[in-house]
T-cell receptor, first 110, second 116 residues
Framework: GQNIDQPTEMTATEGAIVQINCTYQ??????LFWYQQHAGEAPTFLSY????GLEEKGRFSSFLSRSKGYSYLLLKELQMKDSASYLC???????????FGPGTRLSVLP | GAVVSQHPSRVICKSGTSVKIECRSL??????MFWYRQFPKQSLMLMAT?????????EQGVEKDKFLINHASLTLSTLTVTSAHPEDSSFYIC????????????FGPGTRLTVT
């Protein structure tokens, strides 16, 4: 079966750092993705991990441990515009299917 | 590059009618496109995988006779919601994977369907 778990909601302060965790159990693994989605809009791509370790891209970093079925998205120097849902997605079966987690709604407070 | 469009962005229809949603890859070819549905405050749920020139692959629980998918060209897939009911009201999002390779799915802007 496919199971991806994320915290439902998180709150952080402008300028702070927040870590959003994602755990997964899937029948296959061919990469883990993080997307940002603002209300009423389509998801936008943030990061991709297929090997263990940390991928850094500006204020955003994503970490993967395949043996633990675990990833996190790290957001630094939070801005108000970072208030959004963050979706963790796992690609399986040779890249055919994405399985999305429930998403984490992040609220950034002044 | 890698832009995906959807049309219409919003549609309101009466119960019992059919609605067609188009998904186009504007600057790349996509043999494979995906259709998702998203209810308020919930995550994306894959409905079906659309393959150019062949039948779509539907996820478990998705009625293929109700959600008709046609992928007639390498840049266009359509989703038709037949005999729509209020419970079909949702945000429908398509994505496309470029034939030229890479790992990303590129998402369209979504279509908000309201069935009255």
């Amino acid at each position: 079966g496919q199971n991806i778990d994320q915290p439902t909601e998180m709150t952080a302060t402008e300028g702070a750092i927040v870590q959003i965790n994602c755990t997964y159990q899937t029948s296959g693994f061919n990469g883990l993705f993080w997307y940002q989605q603002h209300a009423g809009e389509a998801p936008t791509f943030l990061s991709y991990n297929v090997l263990d370790g940390l991928e850094e891209k500006g204020r955003f970093s994503s970490f993967l441990s395949r043996s633990k079925g675990y990833s996190y998205l790290l957001l630094k120097e939070l801005q108000m515009k970072d208030s959004a849902s963050y979706l963790c997605a796992v690609r399986d079966n040779y890249g055919q299917n994405f399985v999305f987690g429930p998403g984490t709604r992040l609220s950034v407070l002044p | 590059g890698a832009v995906v469009s959807q049309h219409p962005s919003r549609v309101i229809c009466k119960s019992g009618t059919s609605v067609k949603i188009e998904c186009r890859s504007l600057d790349f070819q996509a043999t494979t496109m995906f259709w998702y549905r998203q209810f308020p405050k919930q995550s994306l749920m894959l409905m079906a995988t659309s393959n150019e020139g062949s039948k779509a692959t539907y996820e478990q629980g998705v009625e293929k006779d109700k959600f008709l998918i046609n992928h007639a060209s390498l840049t266009l897939s359509t989703l038709t919601v037949t005999s729509a009911h209020p419970e079909d009201s949702s945000f429908y999002i398509c994505s496309a994977r470029a034939d030229s390779g890479g790992y990303e799915q590129y998402f369209g802007p979504g279509t908000r369907l309201t069935v009255t």
